[in-house]
């Protein structure tokens, strides 16, 4: 397993020595610990906004004394659908593993999916590494190993969510709260836990996104006591994840860190025709569902069409790449630069009809038709395309360090998700989701 980032005193008396980790951010960090930001100091040039590099050394403030499991349980990119996850062939494992999940099947939205299927459809649609997946139905109800001879069909997580019938609809939820720790670590938004019987504890401010995640996870479902033996006991969690599927850093050597000092958003332009009618019906919201960062777009074509019709017009790529993903009304794009070669971003578009859908494989350049806009694939009052980017597989939000640019559009917070504007110069477009004129944008 990773060994925990050093956190020790420095040199002077009542300061923390911390080690910059990838995607720390100076507010960040100060959020973690409990100081200001310009408590934090450095005997290197630290920015005020964008990532800190890898590896700087900081000073902060002892201010923070009582926090909780600094142990680091999992690296980021094992948790995420990462790079390191895209070979790896689910049914193939499900089977060799010979337990109940191997034969298991289950109606998904009109469509028999196998469990490894539904492992498969729920890490792709959450970004969520599928061996971690495994491992939480493992710990949950031994179906990856074992035939238990009354299987509990309803409820096999046992996650307390009772409206969440079926494993696709509680793997979800699992994944839902992997995320939302994950991500509320990321921005700063988490501190504390709090158990499934009350009890609260810091979060050790030294930790990765990545084993927030998974301490966030076992605190829904688990005492305080409990808690303790199932994530950091002999027979946790991580425990069954490195039985089945060996050493995690192995992996997580070839893709991590996931950020550095350089990254940078992608040039990428509206997905739709210069001097076409469309209007921001969406402003910024979450990726995928709650626990993703605020950070997908809506638009709607202007074209008299009746709601819901798979519209006519057609959703272009933002940017070139490689379609590695195109299926359930889901695209998603692998962007590539001048020399074909992958830049680690993906832009995802949701709602794409199934009419005249690009296939997975494709490499398309700037402004390629790649679907319709439509309702289908989701929740939808209307035809339009929902566009979000990842990076290395984690979810992106529109704040700093990467702010979302379309067409030289500013992508800018509101103060409740759905309302915010695109900014460009001294234009101001307003996010309105029964497309008025306030909302109405063109290339």
């Known amino acids: 397993m990773l060994q925990p980032q050093p956190l020790v005193l420095g040199d002077l008396e009542g300061f923390y020595a911390y080690t910059a980790q990838s995607g720390d951010t100076l507010a960040v960090v100060a959020r973690h610990f409990g100081v200001e930001p310009s408590q934090i100091t450095s005997q290197e040039y630290v920015p005020a906004s964008g990532f800190i590099q890898l590896g700087k050394k900081l000073l902060i403030p002892k201010t923070l004394t009582d926090f909780y499991y600094s142990d680091i349980l999992l690296p980021d990119s094992e948790v995420i659908y990462s790079p390191t996850a895209r070979n790896f062939d689910v049914a193939q494992f499900v089977n060799s593993a010979g337990g109940y999940l191997r034969s298991y099947q289950q109606l998904v939205s009109g469509e028999v999916l196998s469990g490894s299927q539904i492992v498969e459809r729920v890490a792709q649609n959450t970004s969520t590494n599928p061996r971690l997946l495994l491992a939480v139905i493992e710990l949950r109800s031994h179906w990856v190993t074992q035939t238990p001879a009354e299987p509990y069909l309803a409820h096999p997580l046992d996650l307390g969510y009772k409206e969440y019938e079926g494993l696709y609809l509680e793997l979800a939820v699992a994944a839902r709260l992997i995320n939302t720790g994950y991500y509320s670590w990321r921005n700063g938004e988490m501190t504390e836990l709090i158990f499934a019987d009350g009890t609260s504890a810091r979060i050790a401010p030294n930790l990765n996104a990545g084993t927030v995640g998974i301490q966030y ?85 202007i074209t008299g069409e009746r709601a819901c ?135």
């Open 309 to 443: 019709v798979v519209s006519r017009v057609w959703v272009l790529a933002s940017a070139p790449g490689t379609i590695i993903h195109a299926a359930n009304n889901m695209v998603i794009i692998a962007l590539e630069d001048e020399n074909g070669i992958r830049t680690g971003w993906e832009i995802m578009y949701m709602h794409i009809a199934d009419f005249e859908s690009i296939a997975a494989g494709t490499h398309v350049n700037l402004d390629d038709p790649i679907g319709h806009p439509s309702c289908e694939g989701g929740s939808a009052t209307g035809t339009h395309v929902h566009i979000t980017r990842k990076y290395k597989g984690e979810w992106i939000g529109a704040n700093d360090p990467l702010p979302f640019i379309l067409s030289g559009w500013l992508a800018v917070p509101g103060t409740k998700i759905y309302q915010s504007t695109l900014v460009k110069d001294l234009q101001t477009i307003y996010a309105r989701q029964y497309a008025t004129v306030e909302s109405y944008i063109q290339r």
């Open 217 to 301: 996870l076992m605190a829904q479902l688990y005492s305080k006591p409990a808690w303790e033996t199932m994530t950091y006991g002999p027979e946790n969690i991580i425990a069954i994840h490195e039985r089945f599927f060996g050493d995690p850093n192995l992996r997580a050597g070839t893709i991590e860190p996931l950020f550095n000092e350089g990254v940078s958003p992608p040039t990428l332009e509206l997905p739709f025709a210069p001097g076409q009618p469309w209007a921001l019906t969406g402003g910024l919201h979450y990726g995928w569902t709650a626990g993703t960062p605020l950070g997908a777009l809506d638009f709607a074509p």
